[in-house]
């Protein structure tokens, strides 16, 4: 086996470093997907759950108001 020259293994750790940058780029990409979808997930529960708190709120003054209940504090 011939040994590399020192410009040749320059150039062929260029390009090692070039497909371990890319390999990251994307690493970093899926990752902010992820977290994208995960954020907009949660973003939607919690939507829901102030939603879901709004009308418990006003079926139970409606559920007051009906059978003329009356709350004292």
């Given at each position: 086996?011939?040994?590399?020259?020192?410009?040749?293994?320059?150039?062929?750790?260029?390009?090692?470093?070039?497909?371990?940058?890319?390999?990251?780029?994307?690493?970093?990409n899926?990752?902010?997907?992820?977290?994208?979808?995960?954020?907009?997930?949660?973003?939607?529960k919690?939507?829901?759950?102030?939603?879901?708190?709004?009308?418990?709120?006003?079926?139970?003054?409606?559920?007051?108001?009906?059978?003329?209940?009356?709350?004292?504090?």
């Amino acid at each position: 086996m011939s040994k590399l020259t020192a410009a040749e293994r320059l150039l062929k750790n260029e390009e090692q470093l070039k497909k371990l940058s890319e390999q990251r780029k994307q690493l970093l990409n899926a990752i902010k997907e992820e977290n994208e979808q995960k954020f907009k997930d949660i973003g939607i529960k919690i939507i829901k759950a102030v939603e879901t708190n709004e009308q418990f709120k006003i079926d139970f003054l409606n559920l007051i108001k009906e059978h003329n209940i009356g709350i004292e504090f």
